[in-house]
């Protein structure tokens, strides 16, 4: 199995920055995708961006430009950083990992409120 904690939620303005951390532990060997998701109110979970385990990224199209996934394997962290942010930016945030075997786990998000 493997526990997700993520972190760096908050209120920023519309324009601002954040930075979304998401730590990895337990059956991290296994791990070979690691993905953002995102929930605005009333509206369904969407994928955000996606980095695998060879490093290689993707991203929704709102986001290119916007926002960068990275990893930190010593870490064990997958990091969003959030920029220009937008009022329809405003979602809980959940980090996903896909292992090897096919075992999917999530985290229990963090809430991004952007003010316009």
């Known amino acids: 199995q493997v526990q997700l904690v993520e972190s760096g939620g908050g209120l920023v303005q519309a324009g601002g920055s954040l930075r979304l951390p998401c730590e990895a532990s337990?059956?991290?060997?296994?791990?070979?995708?690691m993905s953002w998701y995102r929930q605005a109110p009333e509206k369904e979970r969407e994928w955000v961006s996606r980095i695998h385990s060879g490093g290689f990224t993707t991203y929704r199209e709102s986001v290119k430009g916007r926002f960068i996934i990275s990893r930190n394997n010593a870490r064990n962290t997958v990091y969003l950083q959030m920029n220009s942010l937008k009022p329809e930016d405003t979602a809980v945030y959940y980090c996903?990992?896909?292992?090897?075997?096919?075992?999917?786990?999530w985290g229990k998000g963090t809430l991004v409120t952007v003010s316009s």
């Open positions: 337990g059956n991290i060997a296994s791990i070979i995708t």
């Open positions: 996903r990992v896909a292992l090897v075997s096919g075992p999917l786990y």
